[in-house]
């Protein structure tokens, strides 16, 4: 059943309307009320227009893009496919929704950077500085061109949720049996979800880094793991140099700035929230 909110030039059919029908999207949709899953494919800007202006929702989440399956490494095989998802979707969402007069707010990543900025980690003001995948590529260029727009980015890394499943970190990473062990910014689903919704109340636009502080590496995660949950697990550390002889594509490992985002609103840090999950996880 939809929720119908009235307002001077007519009414809403919903408060919120999230684009992408995957792991964040649906997380989005279960936390907010007055809120609508799209189902329509959208190829266009004609479909977006179509879209927004049937569902007439205060604001639109796009949480849709191509992260590839297992891994980014199937972005450099489907080009076309990840620069039509990562590129044109939200830029046509973009276009759609300031014709409209709706507010849009997009997931983006952070991996668009590479080290940790000598200790000080990307802000929001560093230009990214990491192509080393068609993936991070991609979303370069979307976040450079949503800049023009009234546009609410949330930059998220390496999702973490306190329920197992495939799209969490902590699932991935425990599958593996050989690691990096490089400090990085990493986003805990719960604050992002909180993070989104204090932001989206205040109006505020613009990018975000919304990850944890207090970055991490892969073995102390790992070691949390093994002293709460398993602790017969085992893995073994490899070096960057030997993880991409693995991989078709590069990886992003870096450490994003939180200054901008605590001045908004306080989230527990990387460790603090990691702990909580694993004895969930037990």
Known sequence: MHLVFFYAGGMFMSKYLIIGNGFIGNKFLNFLEDCEMSTKMIYSYADALDEIKEKAPKVVINCAGETGRPNVDWCEDNKQKTFDGNVLLPLNLAKACEDVGTKLVHIG???VYVGDNNGEGFSEKDEPNFGGSFYSQTKMISESLLKDYDVLQLRIR??????????????KITNYKQVIDIKNSMTVIDD???????L???????IYNVVNPGPMSHSEILEIYKKIVDPNFSYEIISLEELHKMTKAKRSNCVLNTEKLEREIKIPT????LTSIMHDYK
Do not use: H, W, Y
């Not at 390496?158 to 699932?171: C, E, L, V």
């Not at 992002?192 to 204090?198: E, I």
């Not at 989206?200 to 613009?206: F, L, S």
């Open 109 to 111: 990543t952070g991996c």
């Open 158 to 171: 390496m999702p973490i949720d306190s329920a197992q499943g495939p799209r969490n970190f902590i699932t």
């Open 192 to 198: 992002l979800l909180a993070v989104g919704k204090d």
């Open 200 to 206: 989206i109340e205040k109006n505020k636009p613009g």
């Open 270 to 273: 990387l460790k603090e929230q």
